[in-house]
């Protein structure tokens, strides 16, 4: 399922374009090229240490959604989705804990889903160090490597005007990738050149994704040890 999430969404737009960073701001960065502006929105993103994803995307007929913060710590808080089920994810410190709803347990837990509910209940879950999956969501590099890979595949970008996300102004740069269609991204226009959200209202996977709390500190604590279950521990 998460790898289903991370997917969805690269295929908003989030891929291609070499990550050199071109510098630069002020009221003149919206008049450079396209590519200059995704290169240097790229690197600037790629520097982060901590940011917050949050969004829907809709991909195969499912509402897929994110509410997460983290950083390069291994710290991390917030929510991922599939429909009617909704996991909790917490991090601390490279530990990974998640929290899944009774309707997230029915639709991925299959014909274990009455047994992992009798023995989990709505305690926290153990995920192990090699389950990436999930761990992706809380490792600030983990997620933006995922999100801002490069690929030749491709895309050509174009800018197609400005506007303004939560009052701050942003250029807009459509990308045209050849198999998902055309998404738009908001890049900021004073430096750092952060991309602030991203959105695709044409194609198979459509949705809205916004990146905010840019190298924000936020607070994370471990769950009690008697509100965790280790399922590997049960056999």
Same mark, same amino acid.
């Given at each position: 399922?998460?790898?289903?999430?991370?997917?969805?969404?690269?295929?908003?737009?989030?891929?291609? #374009?070499?990550?050199?960073?071109?510098?630069?701001?002020?009221?003149? @960065?919206?008049?450079?090229?396209?590519?200059?502006?995704?290169?240097?929105?790229?690197?600037?993103?790629?520097?982060?240490?901590?940011?917050?994803?949050?969004?829907?995307?809709?991909?195969? %007929?499912? *509402?897929?959604?994110?509410?997460?913060?983290?950083?390069? +710590?291994?710290?991390?808080?917030?929510?991922?989705?599939?429909?009617?089920?909704?996991?909790?994810?917490? +991090?601390?410190?490279?530990?990974? &804990?998640?929290?899944? %709803?009774?309707? @997230? &347990?029915?639709?991925?837990?299959? !014909?274990?889903?009455?047994?992992? $509910?009798?023995?989990?209940?709505?305690?926290?879950?153990?995920?192990?160090?090699?389950?990436?999956?999930?761990?992706? @969501?809380?490792?600030?590099?983990?997620?933006? %490597? !995922?999100? $801002?890979?490069? *690929?030749?595949? +491709?895309?050509?970008?174009?800018?197609?005007?400005? %506007?303004?996300?939560?009052?701050?102004?942003?250029?807009?740069?459509?990308?045209?990738?050849?198999?998902? +269609?055309?998404?738009?991204?908001?890049?900021?226009?004073?430096?750092?050149?952060?991309?602030?959200?991203?959105?695709?209202?044409?194609?198979? *996977?459509?949705?809205?994704?916004? @990146?905010?709390?840019?190298?924000?500190?936020? !607070?994370?604590? #471990?769950?009690?040890?008697?509100?965790?279950?280790? $399922?590997?521990?049960?056999?």
């Amino acid at each position: 399922m998460t790898t289903k999430v991370g997917m969805a969404l690269v295929a908003l737009g989030l891929g291609a #374009a070499t990550l050199t960073g071109c510098g630069g701001g002020g009221s003149d @960065f919206a008049e450079k090229s396209a590519d200059d502006i995704v290169k240097s929105s790229k690197s600037d993103m790629k520097g982060l240490e901590s940011v917050k994803v949050s969004g829907t995307v809709t991909s195969d %007929d499912q *509402e897929i959604t994110i509410d997460m913060q983290s950083n390069s +710590g291994g710290d991390c808080t917030g929510s991922i989705g599939v429909d009617e089920g909704t996991a909790e994810l917490l +991090g601390v410190d490279g530990e990974t &804990w998640m929290r899944p %709803d009774e309707a @997230f &347990w029915r639709s991925f837990g299959g !014909e274990s889903a009455d047994q992992i $509910l009798s023995v989990v209940g709505d305690k926290w879950v153990v995920i192990g160090a090699d389950e990436d999956s999930f761990n992706q @969501f809380c490792d600030v590099d983990k997620l933006l %490597d !995922e999100l $801002l890979k490069d *690929e030749e595949d +491709g895309s050509t970008y174009k800018t197609v005007g400005t %506007d303004e996300v939560d009052g701050d102004d942003v250029v807009k740069v459509e990308n045209n990738d050849p198999e998902d +269609g055309p998404s738009i991204g908001y890049v900021l226009t004073d430096d750092p050149h952060y991309l602030v959200k991203v959105e695709r209202t044409e194609g198979d *996977e459509q949705g809205s994704v916004t @990146f905010s709390a840019f190298d924000e500190e936020f !607070e994370v604590e #471990a769950p009690a040890d008697d509100e965790v279950v280790d $399922l590997n521990s049960l056999g």
